[in-house]
Each structure stands twice: as C-alpha cells, then as structure tokens.
C-alpha cells in the first residue's frame, strides 16, 4: 500500500521519481484541451474519493481535473455531508470508502485524522492538507522552482511570515530535496519545535532574502487559526511582507511563489505578485500535474 501522507515519509528515490514523471506528464499533454484524456489512461475504471473537510479551489479542482485526464472517475464528498460528519468514526469510513473506491485524497483538520484514515484504508490515501502539513503543494513547488530555475539541490529558498503547515511541508523538502530553507518571522509564529534542524533562522527579512533564489510567503492567517487572531497576526507579520524593496535583496533572477489564495497587499504586494518574478500561476497549475504523478506513483503496483 502506498499512501502519500508526507513528504518526510515518503523516499528522496520515490519523491524525485514523481517530480520528474509530473513533468514529463505535463509535456506529453502541453497544447491538448484540459479535458483530453491522457494518451495512456492510468486510472482507466478507478473511482477516486476525494474528501474536503476545509475549503478549498485548487486541490479540488486539480484533483477532479487530473483523476478524469487520466481516465478515472471522482466524487467530491464534503466532511460536513457525510456521516464522518456525524458521530462516524474516521476507522469505520475509512474501511466504508475502501470497498467502493480505488483512491482517497483527504483534506482535514488534525493529522491525526489523515493517518487513521490510512491506517484503516485498503486503498491508497493522500493528504490534501492538514493542520500541519501541505505535502502535495510543495511537490508542486519543486517542479515549478526547476521549471524555472534548474535543480533545486544546494538552491537558497527563504519563507518570509508565519512558520505554518505549508513552511512544515517546505522543511520537510530542504532535507529530502537538499536545499538550503531560511525563515523570517517573528518568534511567536516560530515554525513548531519538530521542524528544528531543517531550516535556520534570520529575524531580519532583508538579511535572511541575501542570496535567495527563492522567496515564499503565505496567507497570515491559516483556515485552521482563529479569525480573533486577524490583528495580531497583522502587527505581528507586517514587517514581513514581500514587496519590491524586499526582492531586491534577492537575487536579480530570484523566483516568487505563494501557494495561493492570497491576501493581496498584506503578506505579498500585487506589484510583487504580478511581477517578472512571480511563478503563483505556474505553481497553481502544476498542482494539476504533481498531484496527477503522485496519484500514479500510489497505484503502481
Ligand atoms: N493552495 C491550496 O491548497 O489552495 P486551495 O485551498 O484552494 O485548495
């Protein structure tokens, strides 16, 4: 059984082996209309469940999308709808859902949900996203940075603002990638105490950029934080947001990424955002083609 639940846990082999099928998949189909069906139909007659118990544009979308490319079929189901929803236990849905469906993707709260989920599964699992990790976004990340500016080994990425679940996903992929990840922010939103050691920190933004061949932010405040944390989290963060004065610190070449949806002119400006630099388009896409590489890898025997 292979789940990708993530990035930590899954082989520096297996991870480079889907960036680079990812980026092979989106050439074979570069120029096709979205709902072509891929040459080869690798889910041909498979059902892929794809469970949100957040909100979310991207990963359904990209999901749907990339499970009917390759010749399956989805349903989107809603934590709210389902009897998970209502007192069900995520053990008894998970052994439910495995014998309708070949594949479940899983976007929720606590990780300890996915990895119930997994552990009573008879089908392969795929974190969507969790309170403490995006794994499939930052799959994403690393084949937008070497579309754009070759391998990512021994590169300097820099996150600037909240040590969240999508900087955790990014640790995690300094050591199985083996590049260099520095973060700025300020120390209440510190990254948690698990990720030490994978990344170094610098509380001077314009100092920790020095060098960057990439700078990353991302939304001040999470689905999973408090709405009455808003102002804080924005007096907190404000002395990090990536603007032009920021970038220029950076490489003259260095990319910009921000997993999206954004909160345009708080933690990145739109001059930023809609910049030379800026890749935010490239990396939404190639969720599509990461995700499509990663629900492969889950299958092969
Ligand atoms: N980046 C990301 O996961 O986007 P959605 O929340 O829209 O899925």
Known sequence: MKHFLDIHTTSQEDLRAIIDNAAAMKTARAGRPRGALDADQPLKDHMVALIFEKPSTRTRVSFDVG??????????????????????TIADTARVLSRYVDLIMIRTFE???LLEMAEYATVPVINGLTNRTHPCQIMADVMTFEEHSGPIRGRKVV???????????FAHAAKQFGFDLTFTGPPPLDPEPALDGLYTIERDPAKAVEGADLVVTDTWV????????????HNQLRGYQVNAELMAQARP?????????????????????????????????????????????????
Do not use: Y
């Not at 009917?68 to 209502?86: C, F, I, K, N, P």
């Not at 999470?222 to 804080?232: I, L, N, T």
């Open 67 to 88: 499970v009917r490319q390759m010749g399956g079929q989805t349903m989107v189901l809603s934590g709210a709808d389902m009897q998970l929803g209502h007192g069900e």
């Open 222 to 233: 999470s689905m999973h934080d408090p709405q009455s944390a808003r102002e804080r989290r």
């Open 159 to 169: 996150w600037s603002g909240d040590g969240n679940n999508v900087f955790a996903s």
């Open 253 to 301: 070449d260095a990319l910009f990424m921000h997993c999206l949806p954004a909160h345009r002119d708080d933690e990145a400006t739109s001059e930023v955002m809609d910049g030379p630099n800026s890749v935010i388009f490239d990396e939404a896409e190639n969720r599509l083609h990461a995700q499509k590489a990663i629900m492969r890898w889950c299958l092969e025997r």
């Open 111 to 113: 990780e300890a949900t």
